[in-house]
């Protein structure tokens, strides 16, 4: 099994003028090297980072401890186009992880472990501001921002499975939407794959703590946690 990070990003939000989100310290450590700990952990070696935003930062950061791949478009494009730079990469199952997720390493153990052919991780209490999800027949049947809190079923953390089976839809739904919404998330490319027929799974956090790293309070709350597990 292979694990992509999507790391492009700029933490404006934080005040991260030139510095990318991922690179956030936890006491000694970065969020992305705290990533990849729990990915090594959890089994997976081979860890493909998509870079933008000060790329070199990333590359001196971690070295030759991962996998590099390049979206030079990052700043007039969303996560879509990153996702779909490491299409010829994936020769395996693989996860999923958004670059600036803080998550308990459990809730990584169970993607990985996942039996399903795509899964989501996603957290049944709902949030503001979050990707959401709708199940029907327990299968997600929805997955974006726009779904009415009152008709949500959870929130989408950013994280997935995906196996060998599943890639090629994925990324070819990836493809075929990409030039028309360079602004969007991959996840509509998973709403192609379930009008296309494909069945969409999930796995839950099962109450562990999670959050994507947005503002100072995402940055404090994943700070209390990590000092404390």
């Known amino acids: 099994m292979d694990a992509i990070i999507l790391a492009a990003g700029q933490g404006t939000r934080l005040g991260l003028d030139d510095l990318p989100k991922c690179l956030i310290q936890f006491e000694n450590t970065s969020l992305i090297e705290y990533q990849i700990e729990c990915l090594r952990e959890s089994g997976i070696k081979n860890v493909f980072v998509v870079t933008g935003f000060e790329s070199e930062k990333i590359r001196c950061k971690l ?57 989501l991780m996603i957290e049944e209490d709902l949030r503001d501001e979050t990707t959401k999800v709708k199940i029907e ?73 999670w959050t994507d790293i947005d503002t100072h309070e995402d940055l404090l709350f994943a700070k209390e946690v990590f000092a404390r597990d």
């Open 63 to 119: 070295g030759n401890q991962v996998n590099y791949i390049h979206n030079s478009e990052f700043a007039t494009t969303n996560n879509i186009h990153s996702i779909l730079k490491a299409r010829d990469f994936m020769k395996s199952d693989f996860i999923c992880i958004y670059g600036d997720l803080f998550f308990h390493k459990n809730i990584l153990k169970k993607c990985v472990n996942s039996k399903n052919e795509m899964a």
């Open 137 to 209: 027949e327990n299968k997600i049947i929805l997955v974006n921002k726009n779904i009415d809190f009152k008709n949500a079923d959870g929130n989408f953390i950013g994280m997935m499975k995906c196996s060998k089976y599943y890639k090629e839809d994925f990324f070819q739904a990836i493809e075929d939407l990409a030039d028309d919404n360079s602004q969007a998330y991959y996840t509509i490319g998973i709403e192609k794959m379930i009008k296309d027929g494909k069945r969409v799974n999930f796995e839950t956090t099962d109450g562990l703590p």
